[in-house]
């Protein structure tokens, strides 16, 4: 498990890409959990955390491009 001391969009989806599956801290958001190369959605998570990890999705998404 890796720790991130801020969100930087692009290093955690390089980070997800790369180990596919898992779990990562980010300081001010918690512990995510990953799967299949994506950020999973935490069922309690706020609108803020949401807005986040849809972004490190779409930047996932991005690198098939």
């Known amino acids: 498990m890796r720790n991130f001391k801020k969100f930087n969009s692009f290093r955690i989806a390089k980070y997800v890409k790369i180990f596919f599956q898992g779990s990562l801290y980010v300081t ?3 512990q995510l959990e990953f799967s299949k190369g994506m950020l999973l959605m ?10 986040r990890i849809s972004a490190v999705n779409k930047e996932i998404k991005g690198f098939a491009a």
């Open 28 to 30: 001010d958001m918690g």
């Open 42 to 51: 935490p069922t309690n998570a706020n609108i803020d955390v949401r807005m």
